[in-house]
């Protein structure tokens, strides 16, 4: 019903930047917040940022170098990634609260396959 897709993920030098993008496609009337998570080899699935209505949030960890931000035209969320360090390597994850427009409306939890952010030298 709906699909999530991200790109922008790559290889990355220290100090580098990155942005990635994530499109929401299908039966969607509204979505109600969106954001990115990661998994880096061999640690749990952890907030990276979020995107409200009116409100974003960061985890301690990107604060300050990683910016979110949306695009409700298009139902697109956006993470730019500055300043980037090999510990923010990992799987990243688009994930939407979305209200899907069928009858009667409900509220689902989407998630992307995910696009993988490698930062080495």
């Known amino acids: 019903q709906v699909q999530l897709v991200e790109s922008g993920g790559g290889l990355v030098q220290p100090g580098g930047s990155l942005r990635l993008s994530c499109a929401a496609s299908?039966?969607?009337?509204?979505?109600?917040?969106m954001g990115w998570y990661r998994q880096a080899p061999g640690k749990e699935r952890e907030l990276v940022a979020y995107?409200?209505?009116?409100?974003?949030m960061y985890a301690d960890s990107v604060k300050g170098r990683f910016i979110i931000s949306r695009d409700n035209a298009k139902n697109t969320v956006y993470l730019q990634m500055n300043s980037l360090k090999p510990d923010d390597t990992a799987v990243y994850y688009c994930?939407?609260?979305?209200?899907?427009?069928?009858?009667?409306?409900?509220?689902?939890?989407?998630w992307g396959q995910g696009t993988l952010v490698t930062v080495s030298s």
């Open positions: 299908g039966s969607i009337f509204v979505i109600n917040a």
């Open positions: 995107i409200a209505t009116s409100s974003t």
């Open positions: 994930n939407a609260q979305v209200v899907v427009d069928t009858v009667p409306r409900r509220s689902l939890e989407v």
